[in-house]
């Protein structure tokens, strides 16, 4: 059996040094998020999308409802229509002010209807907090 010489080779060329990790955190602004539901009578979800999509939430999901109250609470409260579209988003948390002023403005124009946002305490890898902010570029 031949013996070959081994090269000791302990350097690498110094012309591409690793890049240094930085957070995410660190290069990129993060925002809370909060889980943002509405309720509107049937066939007005279309345009609570909408008003979404103006403040940035990339995330919205539409299901029927049925009301469960009687029709005599409803006659009283004026509600007139027991089916109801219910929609569930994903909000960053600085949007909510001016997001339930918006929809607010639809209510009273529009619609009937009840919103609401619950915090969203956290989130597990960054991949879904982008997906969830609607802050993902093509290739992350």
Same mark, same amino acid.
């Given at each position: ?6 090269? =000791?080779?302990?350097?690498? /060329?110094?012309? =591409? /040094? /690793?890049?240094?990790?930085? /957070?995410?955190?660190?290069? =990129? ?10 309720? #509107? ?47 569930? *988003? ?14 607010? #403005? ?10 609401? *946002?619950?915090?969203?305490? *956290? #989130? ?17």
């Amino acid at each position: 059996m031949s013996k070959r010489k081994i090269e =000791n080779i302990t350097t690498l /060329p110094a012309s =591409n /040094p /690793p890049a240094k990790f930085k /957070p995410y955190d660190k290069t =990129n602004s993060v925002s809370r998020l909060k889980f943002f539901i509405t309720i #509107v009578n049937q066939n007005h979800a279309r345009e609570v999308l909408r008003i979404l999509k103006a403040h940035e939430s990339g995330l919205g999901i539409i299901t029927r409802g049925r009301g469960t109250g009687t029709r005599e609470i409803y006659d009283l409260l004026g509600l007139s229509d027991l089916r109801k579209d219910i929609v569930f *988003s994903i909000v960053k948390a600085d949007k909510i002010e001016a997001l339930k002023k918006d929809i607010a #403005v639809f209510f009273k124009k529009e619609s009937k209807g009840i919103a609401f *946002s619950i915090e969203i305490s *956290s #989130v597990i890898g960054l991949s879904i907090y982008k997906y969830l902010s609607n802050t993902r570029t093509i290739g992350d």
